[in-house]
């Protein structure tokens, strides 16, 4: 059974770093189009980090020049930097990917369950 765990989450003040982990388990053949989502109160769920294409990164606008996402491909881990955290950043963020698992015949989209994080002072 494929499943994605986040961790990495807390509470740091502003200007400070967090690094969000993604663990892929289960057994699969690949993961592609990795996300990172953020869904604050009262708000909806939007994307914030995806790598696309051939080796390139989508960023919003928001996080841009902040936050670097990464996949660790042998380990199947989805990384999600983030400096200079800003309180507008506190959201609960959510690991999205499309994977290929071992007894399917094609992609499927999975989700992760959500790691907090609070910036605040």
């Known amino acids: 059974q494929v499943q994605l765990v986040e961790s990495g989450g807390g509470s740091v003040q502003p200007g400070g770093s967090l690094t969000l982990s993604c663990a892929v388990s289960?057994?699969?053949?690949?993961?592609?189009?990795p996300n990172w989502y953020r869904q604050a109160p009262g708000k909806q769920r939007e994307l914030v980090a995806a790598l696309i294409g051939e080796g390139g990164a989508y960023y919003d606008e928001s996080v841009k020049g902040r936050f670097i996402i990464s996949l660790d491909n042998i380990r199947h881990i989805v990384y999600l930097q983030m400096s200079n955290l800003k309180p507008e950043d506190t959201a609960v963020y959510y690991c999205k990917a499309a994977i290929v698992a071992s007894d399917a015949d094609g992609p499927s989209d999975y989700w992760g369950q959500g790691t907090q994080v609070t910036v605040s002072s």
């Open positions: 289960g057994s699969i053949f690949g993961i592609y189009a």
